[in-house]
């Protein structure tokens, strides 16, 4: 989930490409309406954030949600859906950027994805298509993970196929 698709490519989109690749579903939740080319170039299918935010939240069926920080931490509707998501089992829930995300224990530090050599290229192909300037030597990709520490009122959404 994020406010702009060019940010999930940028930051998350090779560890998206090798989940895609692995035989996940991979929906991107963004609230921008760019091009679509950029995610469809990593294997993933993009839906309007918003639109997904107004229906009740059920996240319990996700398997991973990679999120930006700052999205967690300025939408309750976000950080509803990753409760829901966290309530409902084993869902891996990943955070990219710098907010505080003050709820958001990273006790378990950052987990670095090394790209593999293919999403490396799909990735560059992406960027490009998404105007974004690439970093050919980037091989891996840096989330924070934890547990939330709160599941108050609180996802690059992906389900197992």
């Given at each position: 989930?994020?406010?702009c698709?060019?940010e999930?490519?940028?930051?998350?989109?090779?560890?998206?490409?090798?989940?895609?690749?692995a035989g996940?579903d991979?929906?991107v939740?963004?609230?921008?309406?760019?091009?679509?080319?950029?995610?469809?170039?990593?294997?993933?299918?993009i839906?309007?954030?918003e639109?997904?935010?107004?229906?009740?939240?059920?996240?319990?069926?996700?398997?991973?949600?990679?999120?930006?920080?700052?999205l967690?931490?300025?939408?309750?509707?976000?950080?509803?859906m990753?409760g829901?998501?966290?309530?409902g089992?084993?869902t891996?829930?990943?955070?990219?950027?710098?907010?505080s995300s003050?709820d958001?224990d990273?006790?378990g530090?950052?987990?670095?994805?090394?790209?593999s050599?293919a999403?490396?290229?799909?990735?560059?192909q992406?960027?490009?298509?998404?105007?974004?300037?690439?970093?050919p030597?980037e091989?891996t990709?840096?989330?924070?993970?934890?547990e939330i520490?709160?599941?108050?009122?609180?996802?690059?959404a992906m389900?197992r196929?």
């Amino acid at each position: 989930m994020a406010l702009c698709s060019a940010e999930v490519v940028r930051f998350a989109g090779g560890w998206l490409f090798d989940q895609v690749m692995a035989g996940w579903d991979v929906t991107v939740l963004s609230a921008d309406n760019a091009d679509p080319r950029p995610l469809a170039i990593l294997g993933v299918r993009i839906v309007d954030l918003e639109t997904m935010l107004a229906r009740p939240v059920s996240g319990s069926c996700l398997q991973a949600i990679a999120v930006h920080a700052d999205l967690y931490d300025a939408d309750a509707r976000v950080r509803q859906m990753v409760g829901e998501a966290l309530r409902g089992g084993q869902t891996d829930v990943r955070l990219w950027g710098e907010g505080s995300s003050g709820d958001f224990d990273a006790a378990g530090g950052p987990v670095r994805h090394r790209l593999s050599v293919a999403a490396r290229a799909f990735k560059a192909q992406a960027l490009a298509a998404a105007a974004v300037p690439a970093d050919p030597r980037e091989i891996t990709e840096v989330f924070r993970k934890g547990e939330i520490r709160r599941l108050s009122p609180l996802p690059v959404a992906m389900s197992r196929r």
